[in-house]
């Protein structure tokens, strides 16, 4: 009688919570439980645009995975997952080879090119703590250079952020708090930098209540932000960005922030997937593989008042945690009645840099200050779900006023 072997994929925010969810309970015991993840630390993505900008330590926003995983109850392999072979029941890594009875698949998420060129080979991405670091080393970089230029290029100082979305908001806001620090440490007037926030869509902040829209766009313009909405942008180039009605912005530095698809992992497998993300069931299986639960950006649930997916978040990939550890338990147990998952939206809180945050709480809408304590209390609120209240005085968010 073998225990079944269950593989979690990933250790962001879906993968963490429902390692440390199966660690509290008797699915340890009953079941061999692995998780395997590309580094051995896990970190918070959605606190990546801080130090993207500079404006927080990359080490801030991350935590050696076995800190908070007892490795003792859960087995941990770090190393990159390359295929699922699902008929086989079998994840190839880059290093080995893992059987697994259930799968847990919360590899997260890329970014969404389009298929716009260049944008891989030029632009830098929010994505990892790798990359965010990447673009505060070179815009350093860009500022320490354009003293040496006897001819001043104007490339070296233009930022442009593709995508005003949530992502990008929030890191031109970070950006709005950095720009005038590296302008005093590097002697250059605020006036010599330009920074961009460039949006196909219509509206900066799609989907977000207008007011609270025109709000932060006031907030980030006073703090002498560029929009140019309604703009597509055609190519990237190395030294800059075309746009669609083919004027050029000349930068040395574009950031693509305008949306994500589902881990590639997902197609690699043979998924039935839209942009990456895997259409699951109600208790949260891929609808071709009843041994598969998907969650996180890799997963797709339909808003069902809208019929439109949901996008996808850290919010959504804790619950989602939640409900397949339960249904996890289940199955281990011998149950056939699994859980149905149901998102409970809190809201949702955008900073922009500072002490400046926008949101919808419930049904109220918050700004300014008040805002940025609501966005920094959520954040802590992970970290007591994750590892009490230890990772939340090691981790977390203090500085509210
Ligand atoms: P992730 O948390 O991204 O974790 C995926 C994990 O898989 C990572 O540890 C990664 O290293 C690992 N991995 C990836 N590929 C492999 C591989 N091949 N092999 C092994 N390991 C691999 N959401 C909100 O709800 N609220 C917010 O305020 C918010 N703000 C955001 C701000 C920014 C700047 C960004 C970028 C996103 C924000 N989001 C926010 C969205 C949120 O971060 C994601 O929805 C969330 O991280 C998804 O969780 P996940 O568990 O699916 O994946």
Known sequence: NKKPKIVILGAGYGGMIVASRLQKSTV????????????????????????????????????????????QKINFVKDTVVEIKREEKKVVLSNLELDYDYLVLGLGSVPETFGIPGVKEHAFSIRSVNSVRLIKDHMEYQFASYNKQDEKFEETLTFVVAGAGFTGIEFVGELTERIPELCEMYDIPREKVRLVSVEAAPTALPGFDEELVEYAMNVLESRGVEFMINTPIKEVREDGVLLNDDSFIKSSTVVWTTGVRGNPVVEKSGFDAMRGRIKVTDDLRSPEDENIFVIGDCSLIINEEINRPYPPTAQIAIQQAYTCANNLKALVEGKKELETFKPDIKGTVASLGGKEAIGIVGSRKVYGNSASVVKKMIDNRYLLMLGGMPLVIKKGKWKMF
């Open 28 to 71: 340890v015991k009953d079941a061999e439980v692995t998780l395997v993840n590309k580094h051995d630390y896990h970190y918070q993505t959605t606190w990546l645009h801080e130090p993207a900008a500079g404006t927080m330590h990359p080490d801030k926003t991350r935590m050696k995975i076995d800190s908070v995983i007892d490795t």
